[in-house]
């Protein structure tokens, strides 16, 4: 028989919650009528609740605006998803999995011909692209370079494509109240251009290496038309680095730990939500974050959140950086801040909690 602790995370993992209770269709964001966005002087936007929310309760569903697999051999790997982004289920290897006829990239993987087709318009978008570039961008500058240039060619895609379509401003609807769902949140390419993250958020050596990256890869041409300057496209990198989540199969944010520590397992995607991004950090978060079948990203209280309470997630695996030093060190290298959330300050050595306090707080702004 499982303890009592274990039953616990069980009934909070996100897969048990939107089974039973959600009829959500595919392709659809779901977002929690007391989930709203606020901004605070100093940390940006945020996520609060308005009204008290029970820990375990669904929080958000978010459809990803773009998607890539991030798989060692994805001939062989189960863990592929199929590139319809209408679709990103994994793909069984045995099943009836397409690959692109130009043979562009084997990265490049549909369920079968139906996501094939309902997929070609967006696909053309970076076809010729990776044809062109992927083996020789993961042969001089390796797969990190690789996956962020193809993330934002996939992100520029779908802005094409909804430019396209002009359907930018057509608000989303959940489709059991018939509510307009949250009017405060941004979607589509306006969202991501409210992200966070500027050129003065990276180092200059960081910078000037995307400055290469975009004029040798991400040039404006014919076959990826995408209108945008050199400028504006760093800019997007530079928005894309700072709010991608990395797609792993198990919850993040489980706090305490289980015994022994079980972590979220081997990344198999990277993504951008226009609205979990929104999100702030705490290393001792009230919400578990994990994508779902089709990769949207899912999140559930982990605790009860009260009225008004900001609802954070943790950007870090919390079973590989336990002490304050190793949690600071990691977000300030990735994610370009000094973490001041409850859980560091309590940590912190009495002699620095007593400078922080000389500094002026929130409250005074
Ligand atoms: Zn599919
Ligand atoms: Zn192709
Ligand atoms: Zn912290």
Redesign the pocket.
């Known amino acids: 028989m499982q303890s009592p602790t274990v039953t616990e995370r069980l009934l909070a993992t996100t897969d048990h919650l939107i089974r039973p209770d959600r009829n959500l269709n595919d392709c659809q964001t779901w977002i929690h009528p007391r989930l709203t966005q606020s901004v605070d002087p100093i940390k940006g936007r945020q996520l609060r609740v308005s009204q008290p929310v029970r820990k375990g309760e669904l929080l958000l569903v978010d459809r990803p605006y773009a998607l890539i697999p991030v798989v060692d051999h994805p001939e062989e790997s189960e863990d592929i998803r199929c590139s319809h982004s209408g679709c990103h289920r994994p793909v069984a290897r045995t099943g009836e999995r397409v690959s692109c006829p130009s043979r562009c990239s084997a990265d490049v993987i549909w369920c079968d011909r139906s996501c094939r087709d309902a997929d070609q318009s967006r696909h053309e978008f970076e076809c010729t692209w990776l044809k062109k570039y992927a083996t020789s961008i993961r042969l001089k500058w390796g797969e990190y370079d690789f996956g962020m240039l193809w993330l934002i060619v996939r992100i520029l895609a779908s802005r094409h494509r909804e430019i396209q379509q002009k359907t930018t401003t057509a608000p989303q609807r959940d489709e059991r109240s018939g509510h307009a769902i949250s009017q405060s949140f941004k979607t589509g390419w306006t969202a991501i251009r409210s992200f966070c993250g500027t050129q003065e958020t990276w180092s200059h050596s960081q910078v000037r290496h995307w400055t290469m990256l975009v004029k040798k890869y991400l040039a404006n041409n014919p076959s990826s038309p995408h209108g945008m300057s050199p400028g504006d496209v760093l800019d997007l990198i530079c928005q894309e680095e700072a709010n991608s989540f990395g797609l792993y199969p198990r919850e993040t944010g489980v706090l305490p730990l289980l015994d022994p520590p079980l972590d979220r397992g081997e990344q198999f995607g990277a993504a951008v939500y226009a609205t979990a991004a929104i999100a702030n950090h ?2 001792y978060p009230n919400i578990i974050h994990k994508p779902d079948h089709q990769g949207r990203m899912v999140f559930v209280a982990s605790k009860d959140i009260a009225a008004g309470e900001e609802c954070c997630i943790s950007y870090f695996d919390l079973t590989k950086y336990s002490d304050l030093k190793s ?1 600071r060190d990691h977000l300030q290298a990735s994610f370009r801040f000094v ?1 001041r ?1 409850d ?2 300050v309590s940590e912190e050595p009495r002699e620095e909690q007593a400078q922080w306090d000389e500094l002026p707080s929130v409250d005074d702004f």
């Open positions: 705490s290393c949690r973490c959330c859980r560091c």
